[in-house]
C-alpha cells in the first residue's frame, strides 16, 4: 500500500512519525475487515442501524398566540408593535 497515495486522496496532512504509524494501523484494520468477511451472514437482512427506529411525531394542536404586549415586554428596545434591531447591512 502507498501511504502516500493514500494520504494525498484523503488529504491529510501527516508527520513522518504519524507516516511510519499509520502502515502498521491500516494492516491492522484490513486484517480485522479480513475477519468479519468470513464470517456467514447468508440470512442476515441488511440494516442501516442496529436498533429497529422509528420517528416519533406528535400531533400538531392548535393554541391560542401569546398576546402582543406579553410577547414584547422583555424587549431592550421596541418600534411600535416591532422588535428594534441594531442595523447589520450598510
Known amino acids: 500500500m502507498d501511504i502516500e497515495h493514500v494520504v494525498l486522496l484523503a488529504r491529510l496532512k501527516l508527520t513522518e512519525s504519524e507516516k511510519e504509524l499509520f502502515p502498521g494501523q491500516v494492516d491492522s484494520i484490513i486484517n480485522y475487515m479480513d475477519q468479519l ?4 451472514t447468508t440470512n442476515v437482512e441488511p440494516t442501516a442501524h442496529i436498533l429497529p427506529l422509528r420517528n416519533v411525531f406528535r400531533e400538531d394542536n392548535t ?13 431592550p428596545e421596541r418600534d411600535g408593535s416591532f422588535y428594534r434591531v441594531p442595523k447589520i447591512i450598510e
Not at 468477511?37 to 456467514?40: A, F, H, I, P
Not at 393554541?63 to 424587549?75: H, Y
Open 63 to 75: 393554541t391560542a398566540s401569546l398576546p402582543q404586549d406579553k410577547a414584547m415586554q422583555n424587549a
Open 37 to 40: 468477511n468470513e464470517l456467514d
